[in-house]
């Protein structure tokens, strides 16, 4: 509702004339944090530590793998208490890498999380000082505001991103 609002008020001011053409420009900011350096190396960082733990996984999985076939091919050899024994070793350990699995998808979700809240937040700051430095009365994101048509001259992606990895460099 509240967004309605806000475009709603964008679309009676421009059309009153408060804005000249070209005052209003906006940004795409997953373009901007997919290709800024600090996305792309943000990504690959993720990358890196999701291959770690693929290899940790894996290995993992064999184990348990191994496991449940030693205790299928001694089934017959073993007593009912060493058999009951082996399988509730067994179970412990899966739920021990149920748990382990669980928190690497929670740690590399709020990496994740905290890389693109922080690139964002730079990115941000970034389209401000280009808005003041080039007299944008407004500075809109594309996907948040509902743009049905921009035309591509009023598109500062491009620029922020530039602007950006200038300035974290």
Do not use: C, H, W
């Amino acid at each position: 509702m509240l967004k309605k609002i806000v475009m709603l008020s964008v679309l009676l001011l421009m059309s009153s004339g408060a804005f000249a053409a070209g005052e209003v420009a906006f940004i795409d900011l997953q373009k901007a944090l997919n290709l800024s350096d600090a996305g792309v190396k943000a990504k690959a960082e993720i990358g890196q530590q999701v291959k770690k733990y693929e290899a940790k996984v894996a290995a993992e999985q064999q184990a348990l793998k191994d496991m449940q076939k030693e205790m299928e091919t001694q089934a017959v050899l073993l007593s009912d208490d060493a058999r009951a024994k082996k399988e509730r070793e067994f179970q412990q350990r899966a739920k021990e890498f149920q748990r382990f699995t669980k928190d690497i998808q929670e740690e590399l979700q709020q990496k994740d999380a905290d890389f693109t809240r922080k690139i964002i937040d730079e990115i941000l700051k970034t389209a401000r000082q280009l808005g003041q430095e080039k007299g944008y009365g407004m500075i809109l994101e594309k996907a948040e505001s509902s743009i049905i048509y921009g035309d591509p001259a009023l598109d500062l992606t491009d620029d922020v991103i530039k602007a950006f990895n200038l300035s974290s460099k």
